[in-house]
C-alpha cells in the first residue's frame, strides 16, 4: 500500500510539475515569437545590417587604410577649379572610398542605396522616397520588356532590381567597386532576375564600348554622375547608345549657380553659388567630402551639356517638396546612435578600434554642409530629364 501511495504521489506530483512545465514553455515561446513576429518585416534589414557589420569587423586593415587615404584625395577634389574625376588617382580614391562606405550604409539600413532621394513625399520615410523617385525614372524612360536601360553608377543595385521587376526591361549595371557589383549579383540571384542583368566594372568617365548604337530604351544616373569631368562627352555617349525617342532621367549633387528660376518650385527656384567666391568654394567643397563626391560641376554646365550632346532638355529641376537635406539630417539622426555605438564599444575592446574612426571621419563637415544647403548654394537631388529626338 506504502509502494502504491508513493507511485501515486510521484505519478501526481510529475503530473502538476509537466504541466508547470507547459505552462512555462509556453510563456517562453511567447516571449520569443512575439518579437520574432513584429521583426519579421524587418528581417531582410536585420540581415543586411549585421552582414554589413560583419564585413566591417572583419575588413582587411589596408581596405581600411585605403578608406582614410582617399579622403586625403577627396579634400584636394576641386580646389584646382576642375570638376569630376580627373586621374586614376582619384578613380582609385573613389573606388576605395566607396568600397567601405557601401558597407556603412548597409550597416544602418536607412542609406544602404547610398542616394539621398528628392522629398517627393514628406509623409515618407527615406527609402519609400528612394523609390517614389525610381518610380519617376520608371515613368518618364517608359520602357517594354524585352528592352535594356543602362544604370550609371548601381551602387548594390536595388534600383535596378526595383526597375527589372516593375517594368521587364533588362539592365545594364555599372559600377566602379567590385564589392558593390558582387552584391548587386547575389540580390539579383535571389530574386530570379539575374539572366536579365548585367556587370560591367567601369569609371564611367571611359567609353561604354561594349553597348551597340542606339541599342537601350533609356539610360538613369541616381547621384553618382557629379563624378564625371567632362560632361558633354559623357552624354554624347548617352546620345549614341539610347533610342530615338528614348530618355536619360538623372538625379545629380552639383552646384546651383542659376540666380533664379521663376518657373521652378521653391526647392529649385533660387540658386546663389558663384565660383569665384571663395567662401562658396569652400563651403561647397566640404559638403562635397561629406557626401562623398566630387566637386560639382553647376546646372548651368549640366543644361549646356545635355543640349550640346543633342537631347532635349525636358526638365530641370529640384522635384522635391522640401529641400532633402532635411531628409539628411533625419538620416543622420538614426546613423548617430549606430555611430556612437561603434565608437564605444572600439574604445573599450570590443570591436576595432578603426572602425570607430570610420564612423568619426564620416561626421566631419556636417554643419559646413547645413550651411551651404541652407544658403541655396548646391542641391544634391537636381533632377535632368532629356529625350533624345525622333529620327
Not at 28 to 54: D, G, H, N, R
Amino acid at each position: 500500500a506504502q509502494v502504491i501511495l508513493v507511485r501515486d504521489a510521484c505519478f501526481c506530483h510529475s503530473h502538476i510539475l509537466g504541466k508547470a512545465m507547459k505552462r512555462c514553455l509556453s510563456v517562453c515561446a511567447l516571449f520569443v515569437l512575439l518579437p520574432a513576429v513584429w521583426l519579421y518585416p524587418y528581417a531582410e534589414q536585420i540581415q543586411t545590417s549585421l552582414k554589413a557589420m560583419y564585413i566591417l569587423a572583419t575588413m582587411p586593415n589596408e581596405d581600411i587604410t585605403n578608406f582614410f587615404q582617399a579622403y586625403e584625395v577627396l579634400e584636394k577634389m576641386g580646389t584646382d577649379g576642375k570638376f569630376g574625376v580627373k586621374s586614376e588617382a582619384e578613380a582609385k580614391a573613389m573606388h576605395d572610398y566607396y568600397k567601405v562606405l557601401n558597407q556603412i550604409c548597409a550597416a544602418g539600413v536607412v542609406l544602404e542605396i547610398m542616394a539621398l532621394p528628392p522629398t517627393i513625399d514628406q509623409t515618407k520615410t527615406i527609402q519609400e522616397n528612394q523609390y517614389l523617385w525610381m518610380d519617376r525614372v520608371i515613368k518618364y524612360l517608359n520602357v517594354k520588356p524585352g528592352e535594356r536601360v543602362l544604370d550609371t553608377g548601381s551602387g548594390r543595385g536595388k534600383p535596378a532590381s526595383y526597375l527589372l521587376e516593375k517594368t521587364g526591361a533588362g539592365v545594364i549595371q555599372v559600377n566602379i567597386d567590385e564589392t558593390q557589383l558582387e552584391f548587386g549579383k547575389e540580390w539579383a540571384k535571389a530574386k530570379g532576375i539575374d539572366d536579365r542583368m548585367e556587370f560591367h566594372l567601369q569609371d564611367f568617365n571611359l567609353p561604354f564600348s561594349y553597348i551597340k548604337d542606339e541599342s537601350l530604351g533609356g539610360q538613369y544616373c541616381f547621384q553618382a554622375c557629379a563624378f564625371i569631368s567632362n560632361k558633354t562627352k559623357h552624354l554624347k555617349e548617352m546620345y549614341r547608345v539610347v533610342k530615338p525617342g528614348g530618355y536619360v532621367v538623372q538625379l545629380e549633387w552639383l552646384t546651383k549657380d542659376f540666380g533664379e528660376k521663376p518657373d521652378n518650385s521653391p526647392t529649385g527656384r533660387y540658386g546663389n553659388f558663384v565660383f569665384e567666391n571663395a567662401t562658396h568654394h569652400e563651403l561647397v567643397r566640404k559638403m562635397g567630402v561629406l557626401f562623398g563626391g566630387a566637386f560639382p560641376s553647376g546646372v548651368l554646365e549640366w543644361e549646356a551639356a545635355f543640349k550640346e550632346a543633342g537631347f532635349e532638355l525636358v526638365l530641370s529641376h529640384d522635384p522635391g517638396e522640401v529641400p532633402s537635406f532635411k531628409m539628411f539630417d533625419d538620416a543622420n539622426k538614426i546613423y548617430e546612435p549606430l555611430a556612437d555605438a561603434i565608437i564605444w564599444l572600439g574604445d573599450k575592446g570590443i570591436l576595432p578600434k578603426r572602425l570607430g574612426d570610420l564612423f568619426i571621419r564620416l561626421r566631419t563637415y556636417y554643419d559646413a554642409a547645413a550651411v551651404a544647403y541652407q544658403t541655396d548654394l548646391a542641391s544634391l537631388t537636381w533632377e535632368f530629364v532629356a529625350r533624345k529626338p525622333l529620327k
